[in-house]
């Protein structure tokens, strides 16, 4: 019954005052006094089985209804007034300080060109901030294989300590602007092992790892939809989403988690497990829920 209450609330709310020719209308006369009051029917306090269960299949078909609705209108997005609890794994990659106040999850993908066009922003960010802040890496595959095999060697990458100097070179590499637009180096996608080796990486180590490293793939997938992901980039600063991307939005959320990190009693290298995670939406609340 909770949800044929908030469909019709939902239908009630969609009415507003228009102007329209009943507005001239004369009012109309005054009402004729109320009848006597009846007794209750005891049909009132003991509906009959055949209600009972006419109501039983209203229910079930408007569970139906929202159904084909939520798929039609796909995932549903986490919401902006909102923190989500987050969870980081052992194996993301992690830039910043591990103690630190403020948590940015990042999920993202390498030949995302609005990823690319984000990355600026994100080492602002832990540039101004090197005590405070910290990127968590979630990864995201959006266009395919090629895509996933380069995440696979940022993250091995992340096992030899190396991630945040690969994770530069690649972007460096695999997007050039042309005017303001990233544009993807398709040679460069299979020159990876040349971009790992200029920055010192062993290779057969990173292969070695690359290959368990897809399990760190299917994590941030299944990680990122649970809270209503399904593009990047995506930002969640203290578990809030944030849209805006460019430095002033994510530094704006970033002092205003600072200030509710000093103004607690938790200490900063505790803050994101006994506060964000404990306290943080689990998932995106559904679009017909009370």
């Not at 460019?246 to 497990?273: C, I, M, Q, T």
Request: hydrophobic fraction near 45%.
């Amino acid at each position: 019954m909770k949800l044929l209450s908030s469909i019709l609330i939902l239908a009630v709310a969609a009415c507003d005052r228009s102007p329209s020719k009943l507005d001239a209308v004369s009012p109309p006369a005054p009402a004729l006094a109320a009848p006597p009051a009846r007794a209750a029917s005891p049909l009132a306090a003991n509906p009959p089985a055949d209600l009972e269960s006419r109501l039983a299949r209203i229910e079930r078909r408007i569970d139906k209804v929202a159904g084909v609705l939520d798929q039609a209108l796909g995932p549903n997005q986490p919401d902006p007034a909102a923190t989500y609890a987050v969870p980081i794994g052992e194996h993301d990659p992690i830039e910043g300080p591990r103690d630190a106040k403020v948590t940015i999850v990042e999920g993202y993908e390498f030949l995302c060109p609005y990823c690319f066009l984000a990355e600026p922003a994100v080492q602002q960010i832990l540039a101004k901030y090197p005590s405070d802040v910290r990127v968590v890496s979630k990864y995201l595959v959006i266009h395919g294989a090629p895509a996933a095999s380069i995440g696979t060697y940022a993250c091995a990458a992340a096992k030899q300590g190396k991630f945040a100097p690969l994770k530069a070179a690649l972007w460096s590499h695999l997007f050039k602007l042309e005017g303001d637009a990233p544009r993807v180096q398709q040679d460069q996608i299979a020159n990876l092992d040349a971009i790992a080796t200029s920055v010192g990486l062993d290779l057969d180590k990173l292969k070695a790892d690359a290959e368990t490293c897809k399990a760190w793939l299917s994590s941030s997938r299944d990680e990122l939809a649970t809270v209503g992901v399904n593009g990047t980039p995506t930002f969640f600063i203290n578990g809030r989403p944030v849209r805006d991307r460019s430095f002033a939005g994510l530094e704006k959320v970033v002092r205003e988690e600072l200030a509710k990190v000093s103004a607690s009693s938790v200490a900063p290298a505790d803050y994101y497990d006994r506060v964000v995670m404990a306290s943080g939406l689990k998932q995106p609340r559904g679009r017909f829920d009370d």
